[in-house]
């Protein structure tokens, strides 16, 4: 599905941060038939259809690869500023990207990354809830209650409980009365070094499929495929680590390019 403009408080960019994006480049293209274009500030952004799909940074030495999100904001201070009184640690300050935008990451009370941009130029994706594109982000995080009221307070989010779950504890953020991404409470199935999260998924066509090409590209499956409810889903860790999901989405869920 086409995207022409984000509004605020929803995701707008995923990106991927690596030590090794040539690599990185040559395993998403090579599993989802990306092509990849610069786009003049030292990122490479993913087109799918064309159109702007996600994209790819070089990490700073030393950080391990990473999916990342951003949401957008009309005013990247303040939000910035909303989050730290929430309780949350800027990572990165506000930051003028060209003329594409302005741009800041933060980490949740709990620790969970995200980041924040404000849309000059460059409005973010341009693609999503289809094949080979985004179509889910979800937190999974220790502190539910904790994570609703830092949310709620930064981008006025509320959460219902989801159908998605299959009888666990899943939740959806609702904003602008729709949902646009879930949560995940972390169990003791977690080992304790690992902290509060946000995690990325992106549509296919066959998990199957994808699942056998992506172990062929050098990448590891850390579980899946299984059936979710909603699809069969797969979680992926690509050749320098990053953590993402596939999921092929029953029929009645899917929409029209």
């Given at each position: 599905m086409r995207v022409r403009g984000h509004a605020p408080a929803t995701p707008c960019w995923t990106e991927l941060s690596s030590p090794d994006p040539e690599a990185a480049i040559s395993f998403y293209t090579g599993l989802f038939g990306w092509t990849a274009r610069p786009n003049g500030s030292g990122a490479t952004v993913f087109l799918s259809r064309d159109l702007t799909a996600t994209g790819v940074v070089r990490g700073a030495d030393g950080m391990p690869a990473t999916w990342l999100t951003y949401f957008a904001t009309e005013d990247v201070a303040a939000t910035v500023e909303s989050a730290v009184t929430a309780g949350g640690t800027v990572l990165r300050p506000v930051t003028e990207v060209g003329d594409l935008g302005r741009a800041a990451l933060v980490a949740d009370a709990e620790g969970a990354v995200f980041g924040l941009w404000q849309r000059g130029t460059f409005v973010g994706t341009q693609v999503v809830n289809e094949a080979n594109a985004v179509c889910w982000i979800e937190l999974s995080t220790r502190d539910t209650a904790g994570a609703a009221d830092f949310y709620g307070k930064v981008?006025?989010?509320?959460?219902?409980?989801?159908?998605?779950?299959?009888?666990?504890?899943?939740?959806?953020?609702?904003?602008?009365?729709?949902?646009?991404?879930?949560?995940?409470?972390?169990?003791?199935?977690?080992?304790?070094?690992?902290?509060?999260?946000?995690?990325?998924?992106?549509?296919?066509?066959?998990?199957?499929?994808?699942?056998?090409?992506?172990?062929?590209?050098?990448?590891?499956?850390?579980?899946?495929?299984?059936?979710?409810?909603?699809?069969?889903?797969?979680?992926f860790l690509d050749p320098q680590g990053a953590t993402f999901g596939v999921i092929e989405v029953i029929p009645e869920l899917r929409l029209a390019p």
């Open positions: 981008f006025g989010w509320t959460e219902k409980k989801s159908e998605l779950g299959g009888g666990h504890d899943y939740r959806e953020w609702i904003v602008h009365s729709r949902a646009i991404g879930g949560m995940l409470p972390m169990d003791e199935s977690y080992p304790a070094e690992i902290p509060a999260h946000w995690r990325t998924t992106i549509e296919v066509d066959d998990c199957a499929a994808v699942v056998e090409r992506g172990r062929a590209l050098g990448g590891q499956v850390a579980f899946g495929p299984m059936d979710v409810g909603v699809g069969t889903y797969a979680q």
